[in-house]
Structure formats: structure tokens, C-alpha cells
């Protein structure tokens, strides 16, 4: 059953349209990735669903209340670990969360507290003040504040962002283990690696619109052909070489992802490499490198966009 259903969902602001006539259902106990770059319109659809901005057009259900006409009972439902944090700089993590956990009602808050603290190898810094944290660990402290609420529906919006590789691990197994608990979980996410570990479907989403919606397993098999070749090569690839690719049997589609670097997808690529290196030497091709791999999320993103995902630097559309 769907947990939240939105329709026709649109933000502009100014002339920038952020987010364009979304429809897409969340089903209730998943964790669903919404996978994107920056300025894809994933943090405006998150603060839209947790009536924090107002639609421009559209409207979404959550838990069965509209986001337009029943905002307080939406918040009843819903917490909320934002992209950026939100400490005022006076504060400590031991008072910021202690005070989190009692406005949400949690038994014994003190202690709620200082069990996330010392999860999340904050307990040292308990006492900091939020202006002496560093990034990495301001972020703990905004997740653990969905962590301590349990909310029904938790929204994480890129959860991981200036953590280090430990610090990942630790989250993404407090991210399953509350899903497994009984939330769902709205991930918003840049990283391919967190949003193929962690979602029971992904959401890709671009410029503002949803893309592609399923699981990991059947968005890498959409893409034609079972296994993918990148090369690179020292000098830039011209069209009349990405022609005579095509037209090697068994290369199903192709993609000229840079202009020295070309993916192909193809059926057995370890037999046909031998076949695709001759040709590129009659060609008069100099390789720079050549790997073959499964599928990803990488070229599940590329094959619906046309674009890179780790390449994308611009800023996010939604207000700070």
C-alpha cells in the first residue's frame, strides 16, 4: 500500500521550475532512493512532502493527509534529517538531542541521547558547542535526531554527505535497521553507492522530473545488453569509430560518455572483447584503458539522462 502518493507535484521558484508534475507512490516499510545531482529537485520535493515550502501547482497524501489541507497532521507522521543541518550554534549535541527526543515524546530522553551519542562517537563531543563541530559531525547529530523520533516516515536528505567511509557503514546500518523497525524511508541521495546498498527501489530523478522508478536488480537489467565495456582512449573517439562499434554483432547499444571515453553494452563481453580491441587497432585507436563490468546504477542513470551523475555541481534549487 502506498504511504505517500503524490500528483502533479511543481515548484517553481522565480522562473527556475524545480520540480515538475511529479507523480510517484511510496509504499509503506520501504526504504525508496531518490536518486539525483544537485538542483534535480529532490530536497524541494522532500520540504514539499514535510510542508515546510508550499507547492506551486499539485499536491501529494501522506499517511492519508493532504500536504495542502492537513499540514499539522502530516507532521504528526513525518521526521526529518535535513541536507543541511539545522543546530543553532549555541547549542550542544547532548542538548540538542535530549531536547529532540522530549518535544517527540521519547521515554527517557537523557538516555535515548546518550546511547546515539555514543553510537554515532559523538559522546567526546557532547559538550562542544555546534559552531566547534565539524561537518562530518553535525551531520551525525542531524541524523541521529530521526534516529532518537522513530518517526512513522523518516525523510534523509543525502544522510552521508562529509562523513567518513566508517562513519557511512555505521548510518546506512541505523538506516536499515530503522526501516526493518517499521518506518519508511525517503532517501535523497547523489551517491550511486548509497542508493544501490540501501534502496528497496530507486527514483531517479532530473531536472525535475522522475525519470525511472524501480528496483536496483531490474533498473541495471532494463539497460541493453548484460555486460558493459568502457573504454578510454588517447585521443578523442569520432563518430566513424562509435559506427564501426555499432556494427560489431552482438554490441546492443552504445554511449559516448566523454569525448575519449565510450561505453559499450553488449552479450558476453569477455568473448567479444578479443573482436572489439582488433577492430580498434585496425582502426589505428591507442587505448588509454579498457575494463568490463556489470551493469550499475551508473549506467542505469546515464542510459535515462545522458548524463554523468558524479559530474554534476550545481547548486540545489531549494531555498536555504
Known sequence: ???????????????????????????????????????AGKSSTLLMLSTIIKPTEGTAEVGGYDIR?????VRELIGIAFQEP???????????????????????PKQAAER??????????????SHELS????????VAKVMIQRPKIAIVDEPTAQID?????????????????????????NELGEADRLSDRVAIVYHGRLRILDTPRNLKDSIPGGDVIDIRTESPIQESILQQ?????????????????????LNRAEKMLPTIMSRLNELDVSIASINMKEPSLDDVFFHYTGDVLEESDEPDSAPS
Open 135 to 142: 561537518g562530518g559531525m553535525k551531520k551525525r547529530v542531524e
Open 165 to 189: 567511509v566508517a562513519g557511512k557503514y555505521q548510518i546506512w546500518d541505523m538506516i536499515h535497521k530503522l526501516r526493518d523497525e517499521g518506518s519508511t524511508i525517503l532517501l535523497a541521495t
Open 1 to 39: 500500500m502506498a504511504i505517500v502518493s503524490i500528483r502533479g507535484l511543481t515548484k517553481r521558484y522565480g522562473a527556475n521550475l524545480a520540480v515538475d508534475h511529479m507523480n510517484l507512490d511510496v509504499r509503506e516499510g520501504e526504504i525508496l532512493g531518490i536518486l539525483g545531482p544537485n538542483g
Open 116 to 129: 546515539m551519542l555514543k553510537q554515532l562517537n559523538l559522546w567526546e563531543a557532547r559538550n562542544k558547542y
Open 69 to 73: 489541507t492537513n499540514p499539522y497532521k
Open 86 to 108: 539545522k543546530l543553532f550554534w549555541f547549542n550542544t549535541p547532548w542538548q540538542i538531542l535530549n531536547w529532540h527526543g522530549k518535544v517527540c515524546g521519547i521515554k527517557n
Open 245 to 265: 562499434m555499432k556494427q560489431i554483432p552482438g554490441v546492443v547499444d552504445f554511449t559516448l560518455v566523454k569525448e575519449s571515453h565510450m561505453r559499450l553494452y
